[in-house]
């Protein structure tokens, strides 16, 4: 038998628990949301269809199109202001898609398959234009640089790298290695030539874009689902930010926010778990 847990330990476990949705629930969220903002009322029918038959899904930089991915290998294109799918295509991929992101101009959608391929789409012209192939299974990431000028696409795979496809060539440029688990998330600087790499690892890298190579490894002592990098000259100081070097955001497994300074790698800010319970309760009040 094990021994019986504090009841406050078992409340700190259900806030961490309910951070982590699986995508399917995530994606449940999202279609509501739409629909309450288009319609003034929820469509549970609407988003529970989705969450049956969708593996994942992208929303445009534009908010204007919701692409899903289904177990069928279909995408499909959704008008979400009137809860109906605008027209839907075959993926291509021979088994379900893993990872969809669009271009920063919503023209250009990069879907990764469990097949260990990335396909690349007109979603204007309505065809394929890029099958790239050479990740090592299942393609769990994929993320356009957001200078659309530069035309490249990072990925990752279940390798840990982080590739670099030129989109000119159609070829894989580099891989850059630093972790050791799953990479969850990337983040640009304003000027696109730095990036910052989260992982399931616990630990985020600052790359170095023009060399190719990390300039710091900063610990974050958690599984790290998402980075943000904090805009620059902007007035952070009220979450710890005292200086103009580079900061990023990260959300954890310890269902916190926390923010870093990559130039001493330390942690200028953390959300407590005493705050996000306080603000799940205000939105959920005791039943009697």
Same mark, same amino acid.
């Given at each position: 038998?094990? !021994?019986?847990? *504090?009841? /406050?330990?078992?409340?700190?476990?259900?806030?961490?628990?309910? #951070?982590?949705?699986?995508?399917?629930?995530?994606?449940?969220?999202?279609?509501?949301? @739409?629909? /309450?903002?288009?319609?003034?009322?929820? *469509?549970?029918?609407?988003?529970?269809?989705? #969450?049956?038959?969708?593996?994942? @899904?992208?929303?445009?930089? +534009? +908010?204007?199109?919701?692409?899903?991915?289904?177990?069928?290998?279909?995408?499909?294109?959704?008008?979400?202001?009137?809860?109906?799918?605008?027209?839907?295509?075959?993926?291509?991929?021979? %088994?379900?898609?893993?990872?969809?992101?669009?271009?920063?101009?919503?023209?250009?959608?990069?879907?990764?398959?469990?097949?260990?391929?990335?396909?690349?789409?007109?979603?204007?012209?309505?065809?394929?234009?890029?099958?790239? #192939?050479?990740?090592?299974?299942?393609?769990?990431?994929?993320?356009?640089?957001?200078?659309?000028?530069?035309?490249? =696409?990072?990925?990752?795979? =279940?390798?840990?790298?982080?590739?670099?496809?030129?989109? /000119?060539? $159609?070829?894989?440029?580099?891989?850059?290695?630093?972790? @050791?688990?799953?990479?969850?998330?990337?983040?640009? *600087?304003?000027?696109?030539?730095?990036?910052?790499? $989260?992982? /399931?690892? &616990?630990?985020?890298?600052?790359?170095?874009? &023009?060399?190719?190579?990390?300039?710091?490894?900063?610990?974050?002592?958690?599984?790290?689902?998402?980075?943000? =990098?904090? !805009?620059?000259?902007?007035?952070?100081?009220?979450?710890?930010? &005292?200086? &103009?070097? =580079?900061? @990023?955001?990260?959300?954890?497994?310890?269902?916190?926010?926390? %923010?870093?300074?990559?130039?001493?790698?330390?942690?200028?800010?953390?959300?407590?778990?005493?705050?996000?319970?306080?603000?799940?309760?205000?939105?959920? !009040? !005791?039943?009697?």
């Amino acid at each position: 038998m094990f !021994p019986a847990r *504090s009841s /406050r330990f078992t409340r700190e476990e259900k806030c961490r628990s309910a #951070k982590m949705k699986s995508t399917s629930s995530a994606l449940v969220d999202l279609a509501s949301m @739409f629909w /309450r903002s288009a319609r003034g009322r929820s *469509s549970t029918a609407w988003s529970m269809m989705i #969450k049956r038959t969708s593996q994942s @899904f992208a929303l445009s930089c +534009d +908010d204007e199109m919701l692409v899903t991915a289904s177990r069928a290998l279909l995408l499909k294109q959704w008008d979400w202001r009137q809860a109906q799918c605008a027209r839907s295509w075959r993926a291509i991929h021979t %088994v379900p898609v893993a990872s969809m992101t669009f271009d920063s101009t919503s023209t250009l959608l990069a879907t990764g398959g469990c097949d260990g391929t990335i396909k690349l789409w007109d979603v204007v012209k309505q065809y394929c234009t890029h099958n790239l #192939k050479g990740s090592s299974g299942v393609v769990h990431l994929v993320q356009f640089h957001p200078d659309i000028n530069r035309l490249q =696409l990072f990925s990752s795979s =279940l390798d840990c790298g982080i590739r670099l496809w030129d989109l /000119r060539s $159609s070829q894989c440029v580099c891989v850059l290695q630093s972790h @050791f688990s799953a990479v969850t998330s990337l983040s640009f *600087s304003t000027d696109g030539d730095t990036m910052v790499s $989260s992982g /399931r690892d &616990k630990i985020c890298t600052v790359w170095d874009l &023009k060399s190719q190579k990390a300039k710091r490894t900063v610990p974050v002592y958690e599984a790290v689902e998402g980075v943000v =990098l904090l !805009p620059e000259n902007e007035d952070f100081s009220q979450i710890g930010v &005292k200086s &103009k070097d =580079l900061h @990023f955001i990260t959300a954890g497994s310890k269902g916190v926010l926390r %923010v870093w300074d990559a130039s001493t790698a330390c942690c200028v800010y953390a959300q407590t778990l005493a705050t996000v319970s306080e603000e799940e309760d205000d939105d959920n !009040p !005791p039943r009697i």
